[in-house]
């Protein structure tokens, strides 16, 4: 036997530099601010020993200005492919140790060929994103970089997932790479996303703001709705991405993958008959209504601080993955105004693009009124939602279990924009408004002539609500498929979603709709 060649062992110790990225030192800073490094971060996403690296020798360009005098293999990215729950997912995950993480043009190379290796083998891609922004010694180089990955974000987009986790800053035209991604993960405290920092704002217009304010977790889960979800830490950002990624089919031709069920898919909540009130003007809490109605500890609200009056979630039922979309009507009584419109919309659509079918709760006095609304646009954002579940095709499950009126009726998944079923509970009120409103226009000049138009006003109030405030005038012309008990919800949504499962829709040759952005 020969000596082991002394090249194998010249590659032992060229990878272990690799490894350490920027070097100790700056190893030892990102972990005083509190920060994993790059692979300490895919160690915690991945399933133990399945990640595989690529092109980690590669070396940045030449450094025109002289600045970068230090080169790091990498470049700043730790690109490769592994396992999240037996399921192969690819990545990408900037390294702060390296030039603070920022983008050049052999950092882009690297990004941008395992994303067309993702779409290529259809599966996932996560972005692990923890960067200063464009390398500014590299000039248009890094521009274009960041053109050729915002390109892929868009042609790729409903071809497989695209998740991005933000795990550190994410500045200027860096952050429409996120923006264009189907969810954004957050860290709370950690984590900035803005396209000028608090420097600019204050030299421009003298506004004072520090990084948090301006583009945290908080800001962009509350006030900005850019994000889906966020976690205290990093850990718990990863293992809250491990999950999620479980709901999503791995490509668009695929379906979501199935989860044996330890909940019983015929269990009936007797709660649920309950949980509506009588008294038509009083709240209650629709996220009560799903979580007994999906399987046990399946559902994961996204954007839950953002657009409160509406519900957008995926959870499992019997199983299988679904997207929840529903309106809350303790907030804002389910009213649907121009963010919720948004919120629904792109989640409609997000769910279309990967085959998980649409369960949708109707609680909705209709859309929100106002000077403000109409003058920003409440028509144009409307229409997205109209747009959206009309342009679906998947599996499309309506629950009318209160108010549906006006326009809230026909945008919420109604049957007339192709929902396969439609369920209505006994509480349920269909019609174009509410009582009250539908008297005064309809019988203003009776009530006005009457002897005592007070009584004769109840009167017709009570008449009207006999007749339309109640599902069996809309059962009657078929608006709705069948009434059922609250507490039959989940087993007729689970045999309709085996009913629904081989469904077929073909749509009209065309390069792409004009949706009303």
Known sequence: MFDEDPRISELRSMREKARQGGGIDRIATQHAKGKLTARER?????????FNELEPFIMPLE??????????????????????????????????TVYGGTLS???????????????RNGAPVIGLIDSGGARIQEGVKSLGGYAEIFRRNAQYSGVVPQISVMLGPCAGGAAYSPALTDLIIMVEKQSFMFLTGPDVIKAVTGEIIDAENLGGADVHMMISGLAH????????????TRQIIGY????????????????????MDDDLNTI?????????????????????????????????????????????????????????????????????????????CFNIPLVTFVDSPGYLPGIDQ?????????????????????????????????????????????????????????????????????????????????AERKRLVGDYKQRFANPYYAAKSGYVDDIIE??????????ALAALRDKFSSAPSRKHGNIPV
């Open 42 to 50: 895919l160690d915690l996403l991945f399933d133990p020993y399945t």
């Open 63 to 96: 450094d025109e200005m002289g600045i970068a005098t230090e080169k790091f293999m990498g470049d700043g990215v730790v690109t490769g492919y592994g396992q999240i729950n037996g399921r192969t997912v690819y990545v990408y995950a900037q390294d702060f």
């Open 105 to 119: 043009e052999m950092q882009s190379k690297k990004i941008c060929r395992v994303m067309d290796l993702a779409m």
């Open 229 to 240: 979800l966020s976690a205290p830490t990093e850990e718990a950002t990863l293992a809250l």
């Open 248 to 267: 999503f089919p791995s490509n668009n031709v695929e379906n979501p993958p199935y989860q044996t069920p330890t909940d019983d898919p015929l269990r």
């Open 276 to 352: 509506v009130p009588v008294d038509p003007t009083a709240p209650y809490i629709m996220h009560d209504v799903i979580t007994r109605v999906v399987d046990r500890d399946s559902f994961i609200e996204l954007q839950p601080l953002w657009a409160r009056n509406a519900i957008t979630g995926l959870a499992r039922i019997g199983g299988h993955s679904v997207g929840i979309v529903a309106q809350e009507p303790s907030i804002m009584a389910g009213v649907i105004d121009i963010d919720a419109s948004d919120k629904m919309a792109r989640f409609v659509r997000m769910c279309d």
């Open 374 to 454: 109409e003058h920003r646009g409440t028509i144009r954002h409307g229409a997205k939602l109209l747009y959206a579940f009309s342009e679906a095709t998947v599996p499309k499950i309506t629950i009318v279990t209160r108010k549906a009126y006006g326009g809230a009726y026909v945008v919420m998944g109604s049957k007339y924009l192709g929902t396969d079923v439609t369920y209505a509970w006994p509480s349920a009120e269909i019609a174009v408004m509410g009582a009250e409103g539908a008297v005064n226009i309809l019988f203003r000049k009776q009530i006005a002539s009457a002897a005592d138009p007070l």
């Open 486 to 495: 609250p507490r039959e919800t989940r087993p007729k949504i689970i045999i």
